[in-house]
């Protein structure tokens, strides 16, 4: 038999749990602690869980932690359209070469901006992490917002664009 529902794994800094959702209701199926040193065995161990109750590799949504969102104003001497912020933001950010992904921007008066995001290189380690477990990840949930699931969060910015005139075009007729 087959569970009609929707599987969502909640991340948790102390809990690592598979979830069902039935009329409205989340309901934890199971969880284990991910601080143990067996984290991706327990992970399997959902993972074949999910996989017994509905007969396929489960598509599931991941839940993260609220606290992943980081939020910052910026103070400009003009207004800045989001693609300004961002790359300030990820200039500033020289550890995470994969950049930010913004999911709220507006502007306070003239100078100030507020932006809220999240570092991509944290939803890469994560989409790793579970898709090692055997899962199909569908979207991703953290607070308010959510965004579907992606082959690979990529931003690389100005580092990754190629100068053209490093390659020698001819036109041939």
Excluded: H
Aim: hydrophobic letters at 40%.
């Amino acid at each position: 038999m087959t569970y009609p529902s929707k599987f969502f794994l909640n991340l948790k800094s102390n809990s690592i749990s598979l979830a069902v959702k039935q009329d409205q209701e989340l309901k934890i199926l199971d969880s284990f602690d991910p601080n143990e040193p067996a984290a991706s065995e327990g992970l399997k161990k959902l993972f074949n869980l999910a996989k017994s109750l509905n007969l396929n590799i489960p598509k599931i949504e991941i839940n993260l932690p609220e606290n992943l969102l980081q939020n910052e104003t910026l103070i400009t001497n003009k207004t800045i359209s989001k693609n300004e912020a961002i790359e300030l933001i990820t200039k500033r950010k020289t550890i995470d070469e994969n950049g930010i992904m913004s999911f709220a921007i507006e502007s306070i008066g003239t100078r100030a901006t507020c932006i809220t995001y999240i570092q991509v290189s944290l939803i890469n380690e994560v989409k790793e992490f579970v898709e090692k477990a055997g899962f199909s990840i569908k979207r991703f949930n953290i607070g308010k917002f959510s965004f579907e699931n992606n082959n690979k969060f990529e931003f690389k910015f100005k580092r990754n664009l190629i100068d053209l005139n490093f390659f020698n075009f001819e036109k041939f007729s």
